[in-house]
């Protein structure tokens, strides 16, 4: 009998742990989600953002999720940029963390390749692994080359360290070609784009 009493003691207590085990497994999953936003969530804040959600934003939207997963930030802002194999590209907009207050960034910067041309876009900019926003201001190498466009929705990738952006770009303008570079995401307005 007091083996009995045991082996349902024993068998009990594996139980538990095993429960406990898998319920600690799923936290740091439910904390992380508390740190990143949802598909429905950027699709909404674009939509406020844009006015309107069109096909090819939420396919760019849908994208950017299939292959880097949930942002923990967004950036809204505008920006002006021209080509004729050099091109420079000035912006202005602001930072949303999940879990921070906003900020303000400016970003700027050079080309270089075959690329002619202008445009003024707004851009709505993804942002993965952004921790602390002041890791914000610093350089992100691109290619624009790898430009992912449809319905007149661009996206591409900047990565810097483990920090990655990706800006859903839509506006009016004449550009075509690729180019590689560089953005420059400052505090302050600068007209340098070095």
């Known amino acids: 009998m007091a083996m009995t009493v045991h ?3 024993t068998a009990i207590c594996a139980a538990a742990l095993a429960i406990c085990a898998v319920l600690a497994a799923g936290s740091p999953a439910r904390a992380q989600d508390k740190d990143t936003y ?3 969530e950027i699709l909404d804040k674009a939509r406020t953002f844009f006015g309107d959600t069109t096909q090819g934003l939420a396919r760019a939207i849908e994208k950017a ?5 949930k942002p923990n930030g967004y950036i809204t802002g505008e920006e002006a940029s021209g080509a004729i194999g050099v091109g420079l590209r000035y912006g202005v907009g602001e930072l949303f963390l999940k879990r921070n207050n906003t900020r303000k960034a400016y970003w700027q910067g050079p080309s270089v390749g075959f690329d002619i041309g202008g445009n003024a876009s ?5 942002v993965y692994n952004l921790q602390d926003p002041e890791k914000l201001y610093q350089r992100f190498p691109g290619v624009e080359g790898s430009l992912y466009v449809v319905a007149g929705v661009g996206l591409n990738y900047l990565k810097s360290n483990n920090i990655v952006l990706a800006p859903i770009r ?3 303008g004449l550009r075509a070609g ?3 570079g560089y953005l420059h995401y400052t505090k302050e307005k600068s007209w340098v784009p070095f």
Do not use: D, N, P
């Open 170 to 172: 839509t506006g009016v």
């Open 122 to 126: 707004k851009v709505f900019t993804l």
């Open 38 to 40: 949802t598909k429905e």
């Open 65 to 69: 999720f299939a292959e880097q997963g």
């Open 178 to 180: 690729a180019s590689v």
């Open 7 to 9: 082996r349902r003691l």
